[in-house]
């Protein structure tokens, strides 16, 4: 799944803007004809449209949900964009920098650093020969990598096929593909991230 991107966002963000204009300035023309206006109506449409668009965003893989911060902010986004079409400059502008505040704070070393540690998994094709699984234990055990799940079936008479759920501290997830082949009975990984 791709992320939605920085133009997403604007997209978003613009849209919303639009159908506030519109609903605040759209219907003028028809003030004097006894017909009672209500902006909110349209901004109450666009935050359960945009929710709908967001929940579209999330799914889940391998027991895990994916998804989650893309589609929570659309939402925000498109939450700015009527602000910005109420006229609410100010408070758009304000909670526009404060997100990317936090997006730029939370993706960088320091917050790494304090979040929970991150879960990965290995997908690996591995001779079945004594001692191999043993092995690829003793590797991951000394990064301080901790299986956290573990799945063997047999591919044939002579290979077994591992899935092995693992929990990163220190460990970076591409640092894991070399470890693993230069285990003799190892053959081929893949990681899922």
């Not at 159908?19 to 109450?44: C, E």
């Not at 449409?45 to 668009?53: A, D, K, Y």
């Not at 304000?94 to 917050?111: K, N, P, S, Y």
């Not at 990598?145 to 899935?163: Q, R, Y």
């Amino acid at each position: 799944m791709k992320e939605a991107g920085i133009r997403t966002h604007f997209v978003v963000a613009v849209g919303a803007s639009l159908m506030m204009v519109i609903s605040k300035y759209g219907f003028q023309d028809q003030v004097g004809w006894d017909v009672a206006l209500d902006p909110s109506r349209i901004a109450a449409q666009v935050v359960s449209g945009v929710g709908f668009l967001g929940a579209g965003m999330i799914f889940m893989q391998r027991h895990t949900v994916k998804g989650l911060t893309t589609a929570a902010g659309i939402w925000a986004t498109a939450g700015i964009g009527m602000a910005i079409g109420c006229g609410l400059y100010e408070v758009g502008g304000a909670v526009t920098l404060f997100l990317l505040a936090a997006q730029f704070l939370m993706h960088g070393r320091l917050f790494r650093r304090f979040s929970s540690p991150k879960t990965v998994q290995l997908q690996m094709r591995v001779l079945d020969v004594p001692g191999a699984i043993d092995e690829i234990r003793q590797a991951l055990q000394l990064k301080n990598v901790i299986i956290f799940g573990f799945n063997a079936d047999h591919k044939n008479e002579s290979e077994l096929e591992l899935e092995l759920t693992l929990r990163l501290n220190q460990t970076r997830a591409d640092a894991l593909l070399p470890l693993m082949l230069d285990i003799s009975s190892v053959k081929a990984v893949e990681l899922q991230s």
